[in-house]
């Protein structure tokens, strides 16, 4: 049986102005398209009544990442998409551990994608000129206290924060908690910006600091940027700004960790 071949391809954060000359051809070219429906929707404009696509639900992540490559196996071209970069929360990792595990796997390639935090740092200026961290609050596949770990090793750093997954209607006191604990070790005055939809139709920015941000503003659509120690209003912008800044002091932070 001839050997096909899978891209994991990134499509961006929403719409085709930020999508990836290599991911519209990996998507054009693909004889089958694998891929979650509200993904699969987000480059309905590149398929063709030719092409078979795989449409999936949410929570079925495994059960994609099998048939891709199955298909991938069996001498299929197949494109197994995911919104932003497939490697940053995407199907990336989990498709090539299962690629990994097989006898005599198919060629998996990963086409790179432009994130939401990269979209929502451009909307806002230069955020993460300086360093910074990406961090998933999301709590459903790794538990809430490994996700505080985390933050609280990053948090006193005093770089720049990038929040995906901040807050949804069934995880409420999660966000709650992790504005509590920035406040501590941040300050109040510290600047944050709600992005909302970041590279799509209903793109929204709102300005606020850790002290006034409205946890109810947040939702799962929204990426949560706080600046970090080296940020700085430049007129309309947020940027960062590699200077040197006085270290911060991470005690107050640890003895408020929960266990």
Not at 7 to 14: A, F, T
Not at 74 to 93: E, F, N, P, T, W
Not at 139 to 164: C, F, K, M, Q, T
């Amino acid at each position: 049986m001839s050997r096909g071949v899978l891209l994991i391809v990134g499509l961006g954060p929403g719409g085709p102005d930020h999508r990836t000359a290599a991911a519209v051809r990996a998507v054009m070219e693909a004889e089958v398209v694998v891929g979650y429906g509200p993904y699969v929707d987000q480059c309905a404009d590149l398929l063709d009544p030719a092409q078979e696509v795989v449409r999936g639900a949410m929570g079925e992540e495994g059960a994609r990442a099998d048939e891709a490559l199955d298909r991938a196996a069996a001498g299929a071209v197949v494109a197994l998409v995911s919104s932003g970069d497939a490697g940053v929360y995407g199907m990336a990792a989990r498709t090539l551990a299962r690629a990994a595990s097989l006898a005599d796997p198919p060629r998996v390639d990963v086409v790179p994608g432009v994130t939401a935090a990269l979209a929502a740092g451009a909307l806002l200026g230069a955020p993460f000129a300086d360093d910074f961290a990406v961090l998933s609050l999301s709590d459903l596949h790794l538990e809430w206290p490994v996700v505080e770990r985390r933050l609280l090793g990053v948090a006193s750093s005093g770089i720049a924060l990038a929040l995906y997954n901040p807050r949804s209607k069934a995880r409420t006191w999660q966000l709650d908690r992790v504005l509590a604990l920035l406040v501590q070790v941040r300050g109040a005055a510290t600047a944050v910006a709600l992005v909302h939809d970041a590279g799509r139709e209903a793109e929204a920015i709102e300005r606020a600091t850790l002290g006034t941000i409205d946890p109810e503003h947040v939702t799962m659509r929204t990426l949560l940027v706080v600046a970090g120690e080296s940020g700085r209003d430049v007129g309309p912008w947020l940027v960062a700004l590699r200077e040197a800044a006085p270290p911060v002091d991470p005690a107050p932070l640890r003895a408020e960790a929960s266990t």
